[in-house]
Nanobody
């Protein structure tokens, strides 16, 4: 089971850290991806991290502003988001799976319920 937390309302230029915590499994053995869905829009791929804290992927829209990492002690994957903009508003989902792709999985079978991030002045 995956549970996201940390969503909030922040002002443009602000920062937020959201987390994805797993129960019952070692999240370190899974590739974990974040996804964002804004109202009326398709789900968008956000950063992902391969199993064992290996490779990371950042889409151009968040590169240099967002950082994905693992907190092994808490069995979580976090997404540190800096310089947030209104376009970053949406529900953020984490997903995990074990796959052969070197960085992000093409598909994920395990999803969290999402956490709302709203960037507004």
């Amino acid at each position: 089971q995956l549970v996201e937390s940390g969503g909030d309302v922040v002002r443009p230029g602000g920062s937020l850290r959201i987390s994805c915590q797993a129960s019952g499994v070692d999240l370190g053995a899974f590739t974990v991806g974040w996804f964002r869905q804004a109202p009326g829009q398709e789900r968008e791929r956000m950063p992902c991290i391969s199993s064992g804290d290996g490779n990371r992927y950042y889409p151009a829209s968040v590169s240099g502003r967002f950082t994905i990492g693992r907190d092994s002690a808490k069995n979580t994957v976090f997404l540190q988001m800096n310089d947030l903009q209104p376009a970053d508003t949406g529900v953020y989902y984490c997903a995990a799976d074990q796959c052969s792709q070197p960085v992000c999985c093409t598909n994920y079978n395990n999803w969290g319920q999402g956490t709302q991030v709203t960037v507004s002045s």
